[in-house]
């Protein structure tokens, strides 16, 4: 039987890899982020959609609306590489752009980026107030007419005749009505 003695000088876990440095670059980090499994299609798709936002920019400005690119999310839709995909912030946006989509589908096109269709949404709004609860209703004592109120249904009552069932409604709602 063989025992194994650990000195002091010796390291316990020499089994486990050492921690990476961390005076790397950005440029290493951008190699270890193309290279690593995860990251490296995250950082792809990244890439790819600044590219799209860059062409798309170039066709909006050709058509005259560049200034509508930086208020547009753009991407492919899922399942369709043909198919653009548009968010806008709001629906006179989309509308704008609704008319100009043969254009910008041409536009793109001599861009080289090629693509059948473009479905354009609009993305819902965030709500910035605060909703407050109501004041409660039953607790507040009922109001009477104004001046102008009371005078305008006294002279509705003159004109009516004395054995009109309007007449008599309206003297019941004056007489019943708090003053």
Same mark, same amino acid.
């Given at each position: 039987m063989k025992i194994l003695s650990l000195s002091p000088a010796t390291p316990f876990f020499m089994n486990?890899?050492?921690k990476p440095s961390r005076n790397h670059s950005a440029h290493d980090w951008m190699e270890y982020l193309r290279?690593?499994? %995860?990251? %490296? %299609?995250?950082?792809?798709?990244t890439e790819d959609l600044a590219q799209l936002k860059a062409k798309l920019l170039i066709a909006l400005e050709s058509l005259d609306i560049g200034h509508l690119s930086p208020k547009i999310e753009v991407g492919w839709r899922s399942g369709a590489q043909d198919e653009l995909f !548009? !968010?806008?912030g709001s629906a006179s946006i989309g509308t704008r752009l609704q008319q100009v989509l043969p254009s910008?589908?041409?536009e793109l096109g001599k861009t080289g980026l090629n693509c059948k269709a473009i479905k354009v949404k609009v993305k819902p709004a965030v709500q910035d107030w605060e909703v407050k609860p109501r004041p409660? !209703?039953?607790?507040?004592?009922?109001? %009477?007419f104004n001046a102008v109120a009371k005078k305008s249904w006294q002279d509705l009552i003159e004109k009516l005749s004395p054995d009109s069932d309007l007449r008599k409604a309206v003297e019941r709602l004056l007489q019943n009505k708090p003053k």
């Open positions: 486990f890899a050492r290279e690593s499994n %995860g990251l %490296g %299609g995250i950082l792809a798709k !548009l !968010l806008v910008l589908i041409n409660n !209703l039953k607790n507040l004592a009922p109001k %009477g």
